[in-house]
């Protein structure tokens, strides 16, 4: 165990993560039960920004940098202040490799279209067990607060912080204690847990489903940026599919 008690160092990096641990944890699921009435806040900025868009612009820029700040620089500093490791070596801990990137990207695209493949499925069953998919929807959320380039651009962007994060520096850790089964399945329902914050069930199945393919994979290839990949393309290839639906409607 690098971690001791009596490093300052090391107790920043603790307080640091514990941070990040409370607003993509601990905050999500206090907001589903509703004890924080998070959900019900983003609605609320969401009808201010609308009618403003300097605070729209500072709205992303504040978001991107923040998801950056807590689910990618905090990791990293664990890894330096911590484990003693440099820069280097912490990404390849975290399996940021560019060896064999193309057949990562073949991977990432194949791993997408599983997992396009599987949430449709499920949609439709749930479709016909007369569950109305679109309410249950966290996009509608996400609208409000930003128009349709910048949701697009958050929407391929954010997937790279939670993929370092959860397949990277979460699923390292844990697998390193635990073996690679119970990572998985831990990463995925921590995943889940991180999407509670819009008070709706779906958007937490989902992500707990796509963080299992996603994490089998990462350990498949031994590779983050297969991860990061299909991320990013399941992502923008729902969201692409959201705004034709709401053209045609």
Same mark, same amino acid.
């Given at each position: /165990?690098?971690?001791?008690?009596?490093?300052? *160092?090391?107790?920043?990096?603790?307080?640091?993560?514990? #941070?990040?641990?409370?607003?993509?944890?601990?905050?999500? %699921?206090?907001? @589903?039960?509703?004890?924080?009435? %998070?959900?019900?806040?983003?609605?609320?900025?969401?009808?201010?920004?609308?009618?403003?868009? #300097? *605070?729209?612009?500072?709205?992303?820029?504040?978001?991107?940098?923040?998801? @950056? %700040?807590?689910?990618?620089?905090?990791?990293?500093?664990?890894?330096?202040?911590?484990?003693?490791?440099?820069?280097?070596?912490?990404?390849?801990?975290?399996?940021?490799?560019?060896?064999?990137?193309?057949?990562?990207?073949?991977?990432?695209?194949?791993?997408?279209? &599983?997992? @396009?493949?599987?949430?449709? !499925? $499920?949609?439709?069953?749930? !479709?016909? /067990?007369?569950?109305?998919?679109?309410?249950?929807?966290?996009?509608?959320?996400?609208?409000?607060?930003?128009?349709?380039? /910048?949701?697009?651009?958050?929407?391929? $962007?954010?997937?790279?912080?939670?993929?370092?994060?959860?397949?990277? #520096?979460?699923?390292?850790?844990?697998?390193?204690?635990?073996?690679?089964? &119970?990572?998985?399945?831990?990463?995925?329902?921590?995943?889940?847990?991180?999407? /509670?914050?819009?008070?709706?069930?779906?958007?937490?199945? @989902?992500?707990? $489903?796509?963080?299992?393919?996603?994490?089998?994979?990462?350990?498949?290839?031994?590779?983050?940026?297969?991860?990061?990949?299909?991320?990013?393309? #399941?992502?923008?290839?729902?969201?692409?599919?959201?705004?034709?639906?709401?053209?045609?409607?």
């Amino acid at each position: /165990m690098d971690f001791n008690y009596k490093n300052i *160092l090391h107790i920043i990096a603790l307080l640091l993560l514990l #941070f990040t641990v409370a607003n993509i944890l601990i905050i999500p %699921f206090l907001s @589903f039960f509703n004890i924080i009435p %998070f959900h019900q806040a983003l609605q609320s900025l969401g009808q201010i920004v609308e009618r403003n868009t #300097f *605070l729209e612009i500072f709205n992303f820029v504040f978001t991107i940098a923040f998801v @950056f %700040f807590v689910l990618i620089l905090i990791p990293v500093l664990w890894y330096v202040l911590v484990n003693n490791l440099g820069l280097k070596e912490s990404l390849k801990k975290m399996r940021l490799k560019t060896k064999d990137i193309d057949i990562a990207f073949l991977w990432g695209v194949l791993s997408a279209i &599983i997992i @396009f493949v599987v949430i449709t !499925i $499920i949609e439709f069953a749930l !479709i016909a /067990m007369g569950v109305n998919i679109v309410e249950e929807s966290n996009i509608d959320i996400l609208d409000n607060l930003y128009s349709p380039v /910048m949701l697009f651009f958050l929407v391929t $962007i954010q997937p790279i912080a939670e993929e370092v994060f959860f397949r990277g #520096f979460l699923l390292e850790k844990i697998e390193g204690f635990s073996g690679k089964n &119970i990572a998985i399945f831990s990463t995925a329902i921590l995943f889940g847990i991180a999407h /509670m914050s819009y008070g709706l069930v779906y958007p937490v199945i @989902f992500p707990i $489903i796509i963080g299992f393919i996603l994490a089998y994979i990462v350990i498949k290839t031994d590779n983050l940026y297969t991860a990061i990949i299909s991320h990013i393309i #399941f992502n923008s290839a729902t969201y692409i599919l959201y705004v034709l639906a709401s053209s045609i409607v």
